[in-house]
């Protein structure tokens, strides 16, 4: 065989590789260590698409790069030089970018007249400003290619209680970003979803604990103390108990790649969680609507209701 022959070969099958992986979905997956993230980055990849998972600590890095059709990409979504560096890594690989999954996210538990600013930075930090800064660098590649953006949110976006105060803030704040982003977006036919998760296994109380372990050694003792220990005892750090996430996993599936995705997708484990949610909904539409100078009848409030429910199922 003479060299021009092997060359052509070469060129070909060059070619073919590219033309398959130019055709393979590529998504990315921020807080992909664990938890939710690690989920769906393994579902996706199994699947056959081409996953770009997200960590910071290099064991984490190199435990998601053993996973076949996954790149582990170095990012902190607080840090613009880590998502400036993804953004020319998943250029220059030349696949283009089809989904976003914004999951990196903590969890402070702390009295809202206690929690120091500091503290509370760091939550919006990561579960507000995190998707903003990596949905606007990607912004360009997403819309290129008509893709879709999956904002984790959770039913704490809905819900709020003595001590949830920081992180309900940040998930409320993330139902909003999402509605905005979504009717924006929606000028480049991007689709844009949230995912609203109750409780599944994750280690997101873990790394609270130890965040809160450190303050204790500096001395700051809460005037909640008492209940803030029987609400981490009973909410736990271990939360093996909980189901493992799969179905939210398959509801980021359904929102990326389903010809018609749903908005939002609230994904609880049981029927318990679904009534806490869904009567909060209402016990906060039933507050707006009373003692105001046009408020609706019962009548007219189901009406309302049902006009929706047909346009739902549209």
Known sequence: MNIKCLIGIIILISGITLAEEA????????GASSGIGKNVTELLASKGYFVYAGARKAKDLKALNAINNVQAIRLDVNKWDDINAAVDTIKKAGRGLYGVVNNAGVIIFEPLIEVEEKDLNFQL???????YRITKAFAPMIIESKG??????????????????????SKHAMEAYTDALAAEMSKFDVGVSIIEPGNYDSEIVASLVKRRDKNSSKGKVSQYKAELDALIEGYGADRSRFKSPEEVSEAIMHALFSDKPKHRYMVVPDKG?????????????????????????????ITMMDAMIAESVQ
Not at 273 to 298: D, G
């Open 148 to 169: 879709r953006i999956s904002n984790i949110g959770s039913i704490a976006g809905t819900l709020s209680s003595p001590f949830f105060g920081p992180y309900s803030m």
């Open 125 to 131: 930090n990561v579960n507000i400003y995190g998707p």
């Open 273 to 301: 969680e679904a009534t806490w949610t869904i009567t909060q909904s209402m016990r906060k539409m039933i507050q707006q609507n009373q003692h105001q100078p046009h408020s609706f009848t019962r009548e007219e409030l």
């Open 23 to 30: 055709e393979q979905k590529a998504v990315l997956v921020t």
